[in-house]
Nanobody, 126 residues
């Protein structure tokens, strides 16, 4: 599985961005998808995850209510809509795939994810 994240950039506080992550190659059945981020000098942080069927989503505390994860399985793409961005959202954002084997499960731990994209930089600054 190859994952390609895109959509990052520079945005002012309060602005919005939408990240995309396309998957190619063999995708294990019922793979959940997640977004993580890592700021300089900090550990990788869970942002959001979505089950294969899209019926279950879970968010990190710091982004809940501002970010929305979604997916289009026909396009093998997962999205992260980020609204009301804050300077503390500045980080490299990574998408990842978890071959969990269930259509209704999405996990939060990075160790559960077997496949990772290369990351896209998001900078929130005035």
């Amino acid at each position: 599985v190859q994952l390609q994240a895109s959509g990052g950039g520079l945005v002012q506080p309060g602005g919005s961005l939408r990240l995309s992550c396309g998957a190619s190659g063999f995708t294990p059945d019922y793979s959940a998808m997640g977004w993580f981020r890592q700021a300089p000098g900090k550990e990788r942080e869970f942002v959001a995850a979505i089950s294969w069927g899209g019926s279950y989503t879970t968010y990190g505390v710091s982004v809940k209510g501002r970010f929305t994860i979604s997916r289009d399985n026909a396009k093998n793409t997962v999205y992260l809509q980020m609204n009301s961005l804050k300077p503390e959202d500045t980080a490299v954002y990574y998408c990842a795939a978890d071959p969990v084997g269930s259509p209704i499960v999405a996990r939060r731990g990075p160790a559960e994810y077997d496949y990772w994209g290369q990351g896209t930089q998001v900078t929130v600054s005035s």
